[in-house]
């Protein structure tokens, strides 16, 4: 089992850049693909991104390609996300969260259901 740690967030000025980190424990990264979530109050978890197990392949949300950027280090078992050009609607709580699953075989990485591990989410907020 993995335990997932998210970091990073703050208070940011809209037009500002963050960079969250999530660092895993319990077992190598390198195992699971990775995922970015979001949540606003009293919103669903939103997608924001994914990234597969080698760092090979990614996918982004529509609203946050350009502007986000998810990477990994496997040997430091982190992943990680970029945020330039953040907006106040950017404003979340932002998890981290990982799976076994091969999600790029007929994408599927966007539903929280695909992913058996989370992080406890890092709030980020952007003032206007």
């Known amino acids: 089992q993995v335990q997932l740690v998210e970091s990073g967030g703050g208070l940011v000025q809209a037009g500002g850049s963050l960079r969250l980190s999530c660092v895993a424990s319990g077992r190598s990264l390198s195992s699971y693909a990775m995922g970015w979530f979001r949540q606003a109050p009293g919103k669903e978890r939103e997608f924001v991104a994914a990234i597969s197990k080698s760092g090979g392949s990614s996918y982004y949300a529509d609203s946050m390609k350009g502007r986000f950027t998810i990477s990994r280090d496997n040997a430091k078992n982190a992943a990680f996300l970029r945020m330039n050009s953040l907006k106040p609607e950017d404003t979340a709580v932002y998890y981290c969260?990982?799976?076994?699953?091969?999600?790029?075989?007929?994408?599927?990485?966007?539903?929280?259901?695909?992913?058996?591990?989370w992080g406890p989410g890092t709030q980020v907020t952007v003032s206007s």
């Open positions: 969260a990982a799976t076994t699953l091969n999600l790029w075989d007929n994408w599927s990485g966007s539903s929280p259901s695909r992913y058996d591990y």
